[in-house]
């Protein structure tokens, strides 16, 4: 029996990781945020097409997260097991609209570590077996740059900025998040943002040891990329400014 190969849920190939499909997402999302920082001061002098862009990130984000949703339906694999938005990256999608559309400093807070972290640590080794040009890669490349993207137009066009408070302050909140995760698993007999064990694609979890050992060895490495996040984007460039500005 044929069917689509955009769509539907048989697939002929798996999607492999750093493949040149997969390079080609990549550097597309590192344009699109190149082209961000690019235009920011356009952007940020021009009240219409400020409120564009950030309506536009909105309505990829929701997109994003609809189509994800509309494709579980259609193709009847909807579970309750895997398909909310419990993992990560769907906390921090559906967040970052939350931030976009009310411009919360608290969620920017949160959302500068955790959503570009997640989402860069993701768009490197995606838990994806569709391969391009299938519904589910566009839809996971657009999601992951979508998430990047949101915490960027705040930094860059809203003039928001993390701080070292903000780093711990995003630390407790991803452990609040996962304590909540790790219930909704246990009632739902699941595993989301894999709390219970690895995924089965390959992934960074792989280099971080056994269950549940790789939970604690995640935690410290996602407090090491934060705190590089914070030191070579903003800590040393306020640093260096500030001795170029001595008198």
């Not at 009847?76 to 097991?81: A, I, L, N």
């Not at 077996?129 to 519904?135: L, R, S, T």
């Not at 996040?229 to 400014?241: E, I």
């Amino acid at each position: 029996m044929s069917h689509n190969a955009f769509f539907d849920r048989q697939h002929d190939t798996d999607f492999i990781m750093f493949s040149v499909s997969h390079w080609i997402a990549v550097s597309l999302v590192a344009c699109f945020c190149v082209i961000l920082f690019g235009l920011r001061r356009t952007i940020r002098s021009n009240p219409g097409l400020k409120q564009s862009v950030r309506l536009l990130l909105v309505a990829v984000l929701l997109f994003s997260e609809g189509g994800l949703q509309l494709w579980y339906i259609t193709q009847e694999v909807w579970k309750k097991g895997n398909s909310l938005p419990l993992e990560l990256c769907g906390i921090t999608l559906l967040l970052s609209i939350v931030m976009l559309l009310t411009r919360s400093r608290l969620l920017y807070s949160f959302l500068y570590f955790a959503g570009i972290g997640g989402a860069f640590i993701a768009l490197l080794t995606p838990n994806l077996v569709y391969p391009f040009p299938h519904f589910r890669f566009l839809l996971f490349f657009a999601a992951h740059g979508g998430i990047i993207l949101a915490s960027l137009y705040m930094t860059w066009i809203e003039g928001y900025k993390p701080t070292w408070k903000s780093l711990f302050f995003t630390m407790l909140c991803l452990n609040i998040v996962a304590a909540a995760v790790y219930a909704a698993d246990r009632i739902l007999g699941a595993n989301y943002m894999f709390l219970a064990h690895k995924p089965g694609t390959l992934s960074v979890l792989d280099y971080f040891g056994p269950y549940p050992y790789y939970l604690l060895v995640e935690e410290a490495f996602a407090f090491v990329v934060f705190l590089l996040m914070y030191l070579v984007f903003f800590w040393f460039p306020q640093r260096l400014n500030a001795r170029k500005n001595k008198p």
